[in-house]
């Protein structure tokens, strides 16, 4: 695993990792002024296979649409482009990151006289969080830091500068000595954790709070809504209280990086009985087994790089 591969598609051309550059008068550098995705390649048999990449390439033109900076390059050609970067990197497992944003122009906040570019990246990932995370879970910590209000940062966006919250969470829950943080909403709801969406179980239910509390529409946490509908497992979308979590039988988070994560401490309360939980557990078995290429791909998540 290495955080380097060879080809960087950027603005058009495929170029080597050491010459994907650009100026330092950015304007995405000094403003946040950039629309991305995080998207996950896994090796089904071998064969690298794109989760969800629809879906994702969807968010990002949606986050652009919102931030009114749609690029010249259309989403099907973004979508070829992301399959021709794994086979150039030879790539089998991968982290995906594609980035429009604005260029080198003028360095004032009407961002309409900066270019609108386009870059995509890929390369080797391993788990985010660690395989004993995924097993064992992890603690969290409720931050200090909120997420956005509704009227401040559109959270539904996946906009670059939405991110500096992400790292305050972050950096709290670290220093701190805990492996993650969750933040709640404006108004003292449960939203999610730093860069993942949260869910809780309680007697046989899920809940996990909806669009509404600041967070961003995962396509993790939709794809726990599709596998828990086939186990039969009720899905509620509802605002929740802080100390819900404090009760909860279970908690875990869910993310292209985080995958599903069970959460086994929170503010040093132990949730449940501290240990990974049965539904949980259920839904990672799903899960994996989909990505791994153990039963079939029956949602259509999968693109086979062949
Ligand atoms: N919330 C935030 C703030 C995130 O950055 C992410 C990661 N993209 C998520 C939730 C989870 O979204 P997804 O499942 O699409 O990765």
Same mark, same amino acid.
């Given at each position: 695993m290495s955080f380097k591969a060879d080809k960087i598609w950027l603005n058009g051309e495929f170029v080597n990792w050491e010459d994907a550059k650009i100026h330092i008068l950015s304007h995405v550098v000094h403003y946040g002024s950039g629309v991305f995705e995080g998207i996950r390649a896994y090796s089904v048999k071998g064969i690298p296979a794109i989760f969800r990449l629809k879906d994702h390439m969807d968010r990002l033109y949606d986050s652009a649409r919102i931030f009114r900076m749609e690029p010249d390059i259309s989403k099907e050609e973004l979508i070829e482009i992301t399959i021709e970067l794994i086979k150039v990197n030879k790539l089998k497992e991968a982290y995906i990151r594609p980035l429009i944003y604005r260029g080198y122009g003028?360095?004032?906040?009407?961002?309409?006289k900066c270019p609108i570019e386009v870059m995509v990246a890929a390369w080797d990932w391993g788990t985010y969080l660690g395989q004993d995370a995924l097993e064992k879970g992890i603690s969290a910590k409720i931050s200090s830091w909120n997420r956005a209000a509704p009227n401040t940062f559109p959270s539904m966006a996946k906009i670059s500068g939405n991110y500096v919250n992400s790292q305050l969470v972050k950096i709290e829950a670290y220093e701190n000595g805990y492996d993650e943080g969750i933040a709640l909403d404006s108004y003292g709801f449960v939203s999610e954790g730093s860069g993942e969406n949260l869910f809780i179980v309680r007697h046989g239910v899920l809940f996990t709070p909806p669009? %509404?509390?600041?967070?961003?529409?995962?396509i993790t946490r939709h794809s726990i809504f599709v596998m828990a509908r086939e186990l039969g497992i009720p899905v509620k979308q509802h605002v929740l209280p802080r100390e819900s979590l404090y009760v909860a039988d279970e908690v875990f988070l869910t993310g292209t990086a985080a995958e599903i994560t069970p959460v086994t401490k929170i503010d040093n309360i132990t949730i449940g %009985?501290?240990?990974?939980?049965e539904i949980t557990k259920k839904l990672q078995q799903c899960f994996f087994d989909i990505l791994s290429g153990e039963k079939e791909d029956r949602f259509g998540w999968l693109t086979l790089v062949k």
């Open positions: 003028m360095l004032g906040l009407n961002p309409f669009t %509404n509390s600041s967070i961003l529409p995962g %009985n501290g240990k990974a939980g």
